[in-house]
């Protein structure tokens, strides 16, 4: 019996498979994934022709109590959107009312948030639905009693360092018609005593030197502590409006 052979073209088809065959191993990810992992590439990425947002930011101190950066311009502002409510405090402060809006426009650097406040409040105690309103267009963060407690032991020791004697230079400052209700409270307090507390009050500096005059005055009230702090405060006041 002849034996029949069948040869193949060995080389042929291994040329074939080596063309069909990819020259590396890669894992193709689904579409899906692909975009995702396509996606967080480009968060990765910086890439500068991307269009920047600029964040401006500003430090608020600690002793910042009320929502007014530039408290001059952003007052003026709140007085003119809120009209109404301002000529009420204009009707019910009277004769007070440029000392106030002196005080409303006080910068910052020169006057503290929690000394502004309190005179504000001193000033509109006698109607705490109009002080309520302010607080509530300052936008007043309130504070807890440690920092009331704080924010007055800080007043007090700016009063007590004031040096009254300034206030001989500007006596017209001083009046009854300006601070009605001091004198009336240094009546009540001094009774007889009183007209004496006075004329030393207004004693000129050619008749009695600065030294000499405070070291009465404060002689004079070592036992009314309360008319001798509401002196300082209005000097402190004065001496303000004065530079």
């Given at each position: 019996m ?102 409303l ?88 005593d ?50």
């Amino acid at each position: 019996m002849d034996t029949t052979y069948l040869v193949y073209p060995q080389k042929d088809m291994d040329a074939e498979l080596t063309q069909k065959r990819k020259t590396s191993v890669t894992f193709d990810l689904p579409a899906e994934q692909q975009g995702d992992e396509e996606t967080a590439q480009e968060l990765l990425s910086p890439c500068a022709t991307s269009p920047t947002i600029d964040i401006h930011a500003q430090i608020v101190p600690d002793t910042m109590l009320v929502a007014l950066f530039d408290r001059a311009s952003e007052m003026k502002e709140l007085i003119h959107y809120n009209k109404t409510f301002f000529l009420a405090l204009k009707s019910h402060l009277g004769t007070k009312w440029p000392r106030f809006e002196n005080t409303l426009y006080c910068e910052r650097q020169k006057m503290p948030d929690y000394e502004w406040m309190k005179r504000i409040s001193k000033a509109l105690q006698a109607v705490p639905s109009l002080l309520e309103k302010f607080k509530e267009l300052v936008g007043y963060l309130g504070e807890e009693e440690e920092e009331e407690e704080a924010a007055d032991t800080a007043s007090d020791y700016f009063f007590s360092h004031v040096p009254i004697s300034r206030i001989r230079r500007m006596p017209q400052r001083l009046s009854k018609e300006s601070y009605p209700q001091f004198f009336i409270n240094c009546q009540e307090s001094l009774g007889d005593d009183y007209q004496a507390f006075y004329d030393l009050l207004f004693t000129s500096p050619d008749q009695l030197e600065d030294h000499a005059w405070e070291q009465q005055m404060h002689e004079r009230l070592k036992s009314r502590k309360n008319i001798l702090e509401q002196l300082q405060e209005i000097v402190a006041y004065e001496i303000e409006e004065e530079e």
